[in-house]
């Protein structure tokens, strides 16, 4: 099951925020996240806040659950009644499973959004969605209902992958899916991977990529596996049913993913992502990355504005019943400091093809993107016109190269 959430401290009953985070929001962009916590089974390698109908034990069914994700909507315009008027910029209903709530009911959310604070007349606006959940049919009604953008889960396109991973689609489901969407009007239709699965040989990947190409998917997602404790796939390797994933394969499906989309026309903009024009970038990951605020609707969201994070409870029965009773699903809370704020500006910006300002670092920090640039882990040339970029190098070593760059 996932791992517990931060302590932080009490979240009001009401939900209310500082006077001086309201004032400050807004001026990276706002965004809404919707967490649906459904699953019709749990993947061997996955350790989010989902349920299946056997974990959920009998708790609020997902075709009432919109109905606390509203009250939580109502109660969240309520709390930013006093923030300056700013639009949604981006909504992302991710999970969980999206795709297992009726299309009528995500058209709902969206409407409710909209009522509440208004979507940008070029609002992104993203659902994920298992290959094997959606329909061509389905797809169109999202589509009607004002859904820009879908990230399909692929994984891969190998039988024997998707059989350690536990995924139950096809291996050609995705491809199809994604052909679908774009059929249904989808003009931004992304694709994830997983590399570097035990098993996983190097053509197994290569064809994923092509896969992936042949699709017609505008954005990439590829990730190496990380295995999680307290998941199937790690009690799996502990008996010695499985070999844990080798780095040094990782990286090398990493090079090949960035040769592969570079040679096909995608440019890398954050380590893991890959898109095939600057208008293909997930903008709502980048509010994320580049300090934006959003609000996360559901149970275990978390949430930003002005500098105050929070999270709510983690199962839904309990965030339905705090609702019911008026109360803010919020399970605990943190203001963040200047120094923490910087120190997860330096770590995210620094992830992203853009990169980081020298001047956004101590006197330390600059002396060692030096000697980063001097490795090869930051590009020479923009160092020398004052930013930090990640070389491919450096975005293998990138949690080594924040470490160094945050002294």
Not at 7 to 22: K, R
Not at 83 to 92: G, K
Not at 329 to 358: I, K, N, S, W, Y
Request: aromatic content about 6%; some cysteine.
């Amino acid at each position: 099951m996932p791992g517990a959430l931060p302590a932080g401290e009490p979240v009001p009953a009401d939900g209310a925020l500082p006077a001086s985070a309201l004032a400050a929001g807004g001026d990276h962009g706002f965004g809404v996240y919707v967490h649906v916590p459904f699953c019709a089974v749990r993947c061997g390698y996955c350790d989010f806040n989902t349920y299946t109908p056997t974990e959920l034990g009998g708790g609020v069914p997902a075709d009432t659950y919109l109905d606390a994700v509203l009250a939580e909507l109502d109660l969240a315009g309520r709390v930013l009644a006093d923030r300056p008027p700013r639009q949604v910029d981006t909504v992302f209903v991710g999970g969980g499973t999206p795709s297992l709530l009726p299309a009528d009911d995500l058209a709902r959310l969206l409407d409710a959004i909209d009522a509440t604070w208004g979507l940008a007349p070029d609002a992104e606006v993203t659902t994920e969605a298992n290959p094997e959940s959606v329909t061509p049919a389905s797809l169109r009604a999202l589509r009607r209902a004002g859904y820009t953008r879908i990230s399909l889960g692929m994984q891969s396109t190998a039988p024997a992958v998707l059989a350690v991973l536990d995924r139950t689609h096809a291996p050609g489901r995705a491809v199809a899916a994604a052909q679908e969407a774009r059929a249904a009007g989808f003009d931004r239709v992304n694709l994830d991977l997983i590399y570097g699965t035990p098993g996983e040989r190097a053509e197994d990947f290569a064809g994923s990529l092509a896969a992936v190409l042949a699709a017609g998917a505008d954005h990439v997602s590829a990730y190496a596996l990380i295995v999680e404790d307290g998941t199937r796939l790690a009690a799996r390797m502990r008996r010695g049913e499985l070999p844990y994933p080798d780095d040094d394969v990782a990286a090398d499906r990493y090079v090949a993913a960035d040769e592969t989309l570079g040679g096909a026309g995608f440019a890398w903009y954050e380590v893991s992502n890959w898109a095939s024009s600057v208008d293909a970038r997930c903008r709502h990951n980048l509010l994320y990355w580049t300090g934006g605020d959003w609000w996360g609707l559901g149970p275990g969201a978390h949430s930003h504005v002005g500098g105050v994070r929070w999270w709510n409870v983690k199962h839904p029965t309990a965030y339905a019943r705090r609702l019911a009773d008026g109360q803010s699903p919020g399970q605990g809370r943190e203001l963040l400091t200047d120094a923490e704020r910087h120190m997860e500006e330096v770590m995210l910006r620094l992830r992203l093809a853009d990169g980081l300002p020298l001047a956004r670092l101590s006197a330390a920090g600059r002396v060692a993107a030096g000697r980063a640039a001097a490795a090869g882990l930051v590009d020479p040339a923009a160092h020398a016109a004052g930013r930090a970029v990640l070389t491919r190098q450096g975005r293998l070593l990138a949690d080594a190269v924040v470490r160094d760059l945050l002294p």
